[in-house]
């Protein structure tokens, strides 16, 4: 039944699946299975990015100087609410990786302190943390692990690098978690690794990149020290925009964002905005976190300010947050299911499930799933599976070229690959605009092309 439409059209009930492909900007011929990746949106949203620029090139000055700062504070409060969080510990960033280099560039690191990160965390925050240990007093550790395993196996192995660290003198000081790992995509088990550091006095940061949006995020029970979220992968809003949660007893320690603008705290001193500045909105004295993010250099804000409308969208349109989580995880599960069958292989889980157990790793709006495509270097572990001789480590490269090229030039869609232990694995990501036909399409099509390069015949 259709509702009467408000001028954001945003009042409109549709359901998931194929009728919500008209809600969205994206060519009727392209199969969207990677959204979380570039972020996919609304029409909806779409027009109101438009209205937001076109008012800023009507009035450019004004709109930046007084229009901006109060739109900024109406989608922090909207994001605050969504994650069960202060919206004065909330500020925006472009991205999950600025985020996470900005929590780390205000640490001050101390000899003998460590920063301990998992055998899964995100490539460039590594390369982040290596960076500033050139520089700083830091060491890094990694929780070395590998899948498939279970979460319970993930947090021993933490444990027992935090306890090795701690018996060579040295202070566990930060640790890098992840909600869901990028790819292979499982849901860690963040919850209980938040824990053990909570129990262990070592301070977290949260890389929740792949979160909001597909599940709910409940920061006042998890109460992490830092948590950055991407909000352009899952919650409909356009790229790129990020929330960077400081936790209100963690805030003295940033001083500067990244790059270093007016905000600036010097030590001993004061921040010095403009005396025109209308960025912090109608707050005359705005605490000195949120003003030190008011003022980032010459930055894009227009994809945070059109939070809300996203906001109302998926509450208007998708009936609510509980509904969109529900879909994408069933989705996942059934999609996921679906390809391992045609493909004759399995999705990525805990190893040994009980009948009738649900997969915690599972438990997300994505699916791993492995291709029938062995590589040499494995093959020995898992040869009663490969039916066929198994890829050399030469062949690994264009193997995955090619299907990465020809699912965009013939099937008009594109899928992270990857090789990971001895396999090829696909990801697959669930959104309200796929049914379960969608992810039998990205199957039937990676069977053929799987027998193509198994025979020898990618030309």
Same mark, same amino acid.
């Given at each position: 039944m259709l509702r009467s439409t408000s001028p954001n059209g945003c009042e409109q009930r549709i359901s998931f699946g194929k009728p919500m492909l008209e809600a969205f900007c994206m060519d009727p011929e392209y199969t969207n299975l990677n959204a979380p990746s570039c972020g996919s949106w609304p029409k909806a949203v779409s027009d109101q990015l438009k209205i937001l620029w076109a008012k800023l090139e009507a009035q450019p000055d004004l709109f930046s100087?007084?229009?901006?700062?109060?739109? &900024?504070?109406?989608?922090?409060?909207?994001?605050?609410? &969504?994650?069960?969080?202060?919206?004065?510990?909330?500020?925006?960033?472009?991205? @999950?990786? +600025?985020?996470? /280099?900005?929590?780390?560039?205000?640490?001050?690191?101390?000899?003998?302190?460590?920063?301990? +990160?998992?055998?899964? !965390?995100?490539?460039?925050i590594d390369y982040a943390i290596a960076s500033l240990a050139e520089t700083r007093p830091l060491q890094a550790r990694k929780v070395e692990f590998e899948f498939p395993t279970t979460g319970q196996d993930v947090v021993s192995q933490f444990k027992a690098a935090v306890a090795q660290i701690k018996a060579e003198g040295l202070r566990p000081r930060l640790a890098v978690l992840e909600t869901v790992v990028s790819i292979p995509a499982v849901r860690m088990p963040f919850e209980e690794l938040l824990r053990v550091c909570q129990r262990e006095g070592i301070m977290t940061l949260l890389d929740g990149a792949h979160s909001v949006g597909q599940f709910e995020v409940r920061l006042d029970e998890l109460q992490p020290d830092f948590f950055v979220a991407d909000l352009h992968k899952w919650l409909f809003v356009p790229r790129p925009c990020a929330l960077l949660y400081v936790a209100q007893r963690n805030q003295h320690m940033f001083r500067s964002t990244?790059?270093? %603008?007016?905000?600036?705290?010097?030590?001993?001193?004061?921040? !010095?905005?403009?005396?025109?500045?209308?960025?912090?909105? %109608?707050?005359? @004295?705005?605490?000195?976190?949120? !003003?030190? /993010?008011?003022?980032?250099?010459? %930055?894009?804000?227009m994809p945070h300010m059109c939070i809300p409308t996203a906001l109302r969208f998926r509450r208007d349109v998708c009936g609510g947050e509980a509904a969109i989580y529900e879909y994408l995880s069933r989705l996942a599960q059934e999609g996921g299911d679906?390809?391992?069958?045609?493909?004759?292989?399995?999705?990525?889980?805990?190893?040994? &499930?009980?009948?009738?157990?649900?997969?915690?790793?599972?438990?997300?709006?994505?699916?791993?799933?492995?291709?029938?495509?062995?590589?040499?270097?494995?093959?020995?572990?898992?040869?009663?599976?490969?039916?066929?001789?198994? =890829?050399?480590?030469?062949?690994?490269?264009?193997?995955?070229?090619? =299907? +990465?090229? %020809? =699912?965009?030039?013939?099937?008009?869609?594109?899928?992270?690959?990857?090789?990971?232990?001895g396999w090829i694995w696909v990801r697959l990501c669930a959104q309200i605009y796929l049914e379960v036909s969608d992810f039998? /399409?990205?199957?039937?099509? &990676?069977?053929?092309?799987?027998?193509?390069?198994?025979?020898?015949e990618t030309g």
């Open positions: 100087e007084f229009s901006q700062g109060l739109a &900024l504070q109406e989608a922090r409060r909207d994001i605050a609410h &969504l994650v069960h969080a202060e919206d004065s510990e909330c500020v925006f960033v472009t991205n @999950a990786t +600025t985020g996470i /280099f900005t929590v780390l560039y205000n640490q001050h690191f101390e000899e003998r302190d460590v920063v301990v +990160t998992l055998s899964t !965390t995100y490539g460039a990244v790059p270093t %603008s007016f905000g600036f705290i010097p030590k001993g001193g004061q921040h !010095t905005l403009p005396l025109w500045s209308q960025m912090v909105g %109608s707050v005359s @004295a705005a605490p000195s976190f949120e !003003t030190l /993010f008011a003022y980032t250099a010459t %930055s894009d804000n679906r390809v391992a069958s045609i493909l004759g292989t399995e999705v990525l889980e805990e190893p040994a &499930l009980a009948v009738g157990t649900g997969s915690q790793m599972r438990d997300c709006g994505i699916a791993t799933i492995r291709l029938p495509l062995a590589i040499v270097d494995g093959a020995s572990a898992v040869s009663s599976r490969v039916l066929y001789a198994p =890829l050399t480590e030469e062949e690994v490269g264009p193997a995955v070229r090619y =299907l +990465t090229r %020809s =699912l965009a030039d013939i099937y008009k869609t594109w899928l992270p690959i990857i090789d990971y232990r039998e /399409f990205a199957a039937n099509a &990676l069977k053929v092309l799987c027998e193509r390069i198994v025979k020898r």
